[in-house]
Nanobody, 120 residues
Framework: QVQLVESGGGLVQAGGSLRLSCVASGRTFSTYVMGWFRQAPGKEREFVARISWNGSSTYYADSVKGRFTISRDNAKNTVYLQMNSLKPEDKADYYC?????????????WGKGTQVTVSS
């Protein structure tokens, strides 16, 4: 069982930056692919980024490529999402999730989310 807790959300002006963090419980963090997802009001949840077990591989949604960076620190059981050049359309609840499979369609564990608001 893995518990995930996100933090770092908040209100930022368009063009600004935020860094989200997700801390995982347990001693098996390094065995999980970690992903970030987001869900805007009235919209379906969408994939944002994922990172491999040791951080050597990353993958991004086209909508955030070049602006967001996912990273992890296995010693701290933490995955990060650095968000730069934020746009109003990035406003959403952001969730981290864990899976053992690199291209998984379904993730095994989810956090409760952190809210990001971008003002124009």
């Amino acid at each position: 069982q893995v518990q995930l807790v996100e933090s770092g959300g908040g209100l930022v002006q368009a063009g600004g930056s935020l860094r989200l963090s997700c801390v995982a419980s347990g001693r098996t963090f390094s065995t999980y692919v970690m992903g970030w997802f987001r869900q805007a009001p009235g919209k379906e949840r969408e994939f944002v980024a994922r990172i491999s077990w040791n951080g050597s591989s990353t993958y991004y949604a086209d909508s955030v490529k070049g602006r967001f960076t996912i990273s992890r620190d296995n010693a701290k059981n933490t995955v990060y999402l650095q968000m730069n050049s934020l746009k109003p359309e990035d406003k959403a609840d952001y969730y981290c999730a864990a899976t053992h499979v690199w291209q998984a369609q379904l993730y095994d564990y989810w956090g409760k989310g952190t809210q990001v608001t971008v003002s124009s």
